[in-house]
């Protein structure tokens, strides 16, 4: 008879986004994972809308996939419209973005969560951490039912439910999120020895019955219908009801059938889900005007809400007293999922009182029967200060404990989803005994994500933006594969199917922009450019000089040039449409990416100058008392991050060169 038992390597506290990741992760890479969450109904549910990626963020999904994460596979799954954001901007700014069905993502990840090797689920509420003795170290945690789990390593994800209260009106209601209780405890035992608490807010919108809305009077908006989506792997591997799953210490993947029909997910898994398109409706002066009647109960205004929210995601209230010119607000309505009537409206996020969310919806055209499942509601939460972590996310007080998502003062569950990743493969690593995994700046929008966090820490709840990297041509949504694929690889995440996969695409990628480099283009082609509306050519040049004017691209070059069209048959079938367009940015902004690289290799050499840990800052008066004041707080590791830090001058990293000798 086999007994359970409750110890593990690696322990995952919460359920969302950053948990699925951090557990799948950490038993992906052959640690004894449990995760814990308080409804196993709830896994990775989309607590605001139900979409994956958007500028920035589809960049981090697509890096996920590339690490061997799980967000892009269960986004593609499950999509129900997918656009590429930013399309009349160059490709470095091409974003992402799919609606999915939000049911059928909840019960995607279970699929996979449940079928993966070395991971177990627990239903259960923490309600307190185990520490060593001299509390150097965790060891466990302790569940409301009474279970006493023990493990190595430590990942908290528990999102917004920490000591959560939303706010509807003057009403205040515990929980961390609509109908699901708080969790309460942890914060208290955790600013007990020393760590720093902050309160956040963020807020929703209302969800309203399909049933009773005009969409005649709204504006349709459909998708993409082009080859994009978010994983990199070919359409028939995402779709395919298999996981792919490497054996412990090892790349060798091993594929294992898993029933996805009957009881596993709700009607039929295989079928493709049905393309659905999301509408646009605008808010007006009537609707204005209701709104702020009931700005007197607001709770951002009446000081019931004392914590700073998303400022780039503000709630309806916020937009009309921010902007007070405007007589109109763009909203969205977003489908749910295929089996719901149940729409998202993107842009009304609000804490007013029910009675004026529904008054105001009224006065627009489409809305003017609408019925609603729940109101808009705000919730505040607590965080903890990230610069109390590494660039691991271990936080630096307690060894082997790991905190990952909305606890780090972040929003979303893209930004949640990458720390997740790295919180649970650097959990893994240190129950291994292997050597931490970090992305620097240069490498990934997750490792700008947490260096901004670590190094700068948060005054408002963190978004990503393409603005907040500054080697953003670097990162780019077509190529992540080619810069993260190899370190997953590396540590064990990445398994040698997808590692195959991206060195076949990479070599075909090679193989055409070497061809564009040698194919000689004769004058006789002037009549081709001429039909192309094209400008002539006075001698005769290479393809690439063609490829790189921006009028002409090569899927249209190929038309007119049979050992091009002749190169293209030859690429995987599958993935011909991907890997083209990855050649043609990369010929089209190869000058850019070249002077992006050296100024990449220029500041590494900073971040290879490390900072002793016993160097005592306030000792060092040759520095600004600001810079004496944050060096001694934050710690940075290396010189790099020190010059990242806000208040530390160019003169106080001068000053640290030189006291290093360098």
């Not at 199917?497 to 002037?526: D, P, Q, W």
Request: glycine fraction near 8%.
């Amino acid at each position: 008879m086999t007994r359970m038992t409750f110890e593990y390597d690696v322990l995952v506290i919460g359920g969302g986004h950053a948990g699925c990741e951090a557990a799948h992760a950490a038993a992906r890479m052959g640690v004894r994972t449990c995760l814990i969450t308080m409804d196993m109904n709830k896994i990775a549910q989309m607590s605001c809308n139900p979409a994956v990626g958007g500028i920035a963020k589809g960049q981090i999904v697509r890096e996920i996939d590339a690490l061997g994460g799980m967000m892009g596979i269960v986004t593609d799954r499950c999509s129900i419209q997918f656009r590429m954001l930013n399309r009349s901007k160059g490709p470095a700014m091409w974003s992402p973005r799919s609606q999915a069905d939000r049911g059928r993502f909840i019960w995607a990840w279970r699929n996979v969560l449940e079928n993966t090797p070395n991971l177990f689920i627990w239903q259960d509420t923490v309600t307190e951490l185990l520490f060593s003795k001299d509390g150097s170290c965790v060891e466990g945690a302790v569940t409301q039912m009474g279970v006493r789990f023990h493990a190595k390593a430590v990942v908290l994800t528990a999102g917004t439910f920490l000591n959560g209260l939303m706010h509807i009106g003057r009403t205040m209601i515990p929980g961390g999120r609509c109908g699901e209780q708080a969790s309460y405890g942890l914060t208290e035992q955790l600013a007990e020895i020393g760590f720093e608490v902050g309160r956040m807010k963020t807020g929703t919108p209302v969800r309203l019955d399909g049933k009773t809305i005009d969409f005649s009077l709204a504006e349709r908006q459909d998708g993409d219908t082009d080859f994009h989506h978010f994983s990199y792997l070919p359409w028939s591997l995402v779709r395919a009801s298999e996981i792919c799953r490497p054996a412990p210490q090892s790349h060798q993947c091993s594929l294992v059938a898993v029933d996805r029909t009957g009881d596993t997910m709700p009607g039929n898994a295989e079928k493709t889900n049905e393309a659905l398109p999301c509408f646009t409706i605008q808010t007006n002066e009537k609707v204005h005007e209701i709104l702020r009647r009931g700005l007197p109960d607001s709770p951002l205004y009446n000081g019931q809400i004392q914590s700073i929210g998303p400022r780039y995601c503000p709630s309806i209230e916020t937009k009309i007293v921010t902007f007070a010119d405007k007589d109109h607000h763009l909203l969205f309505l977003e489908p749910e999922g295929n089996g719901t009537q149940e729409y998202y409206l993107n842009g009304f996020s609000s804490s007013l009182p029910i009675d004026i969310q529904m008054e105001a919806l009224h006065q627009i055209p489409a809305l003017r029967n609408a019925a609603a499942y729940r109101p808009g509601y705000a919730i505040e939460y607590d965080y903890f200060d990230p610069t109390q972590l590494r660039h691991t996310l271990e936080t630096k007080r307690i060894s082997g404990l790991f905190f990952a998502g909305q606890v780090n003062g972040t929003t979303g569950y893209e930004e949640a989803a990458g720390q997740g990743l790295v919180a649970g493969v650097n959990a893994a690593l240190k129950v291994k005994g292997d050597e931490p995994f970090v992305l620097g700046r240069d490498e990934a929008y997750i490792g700008v994500l947490i260096d901004d966090l670590v190094t700068k820490g948060v005054d408002e709840p963190y978004r990503m933006f393409t603005s907040r990297a500054e080697y953003r041509i670097l990162l780019r949504q077509d190529d992540a594969d080619m810069r993260l694929t190899p370190r997953g690889y590396a540590i064990g995440l990445v398994d040698d199917a997808r590692y195959h996969l991206m060195l076949e695409k990479k070599g075909c990628v090679e193989k055409i922009v070497a061809f564009c480099e040698m194919f000689h283009v004769k004058l006789s082609f002037n009549d081709v450019l001429a039909s192309l509306g094209s400008s002539e050519l006075k001698e005769g040049c290479k393809l690439l000089a063609l490829v790189n004017r921006p009028e002409l691209n090569l899927p249209l070059l190929s038309k007119h040039i049979p050992e091009l069209a002749q190169l293209f048959d030859s690429l995987p079938a599958d993935r011909r449409d991907e890997i083209i367009e990855a050649a043609e940015v990369q010929i089209k902004y190869a000058g850019y990416i070249s002077r992006e690289k050296a100024v990449a290799q220029k500041i590494a050499r900073l971040e290879a100058i490390r900072l002793p840990k016993t160097i005592d800052y306030e000792q060092l008066h040759q520095l600004t008392i600001e810079a004496r004041q944050k060096l001694s707080r934050i710690r940075p590791e290396t010189i790099g991050q020190a010059s990242r830090i806000p208040g530390v001058s160019p003169a106080d990293v001068n000053i640290l060169l030189v006291l290093l000798g360098r």
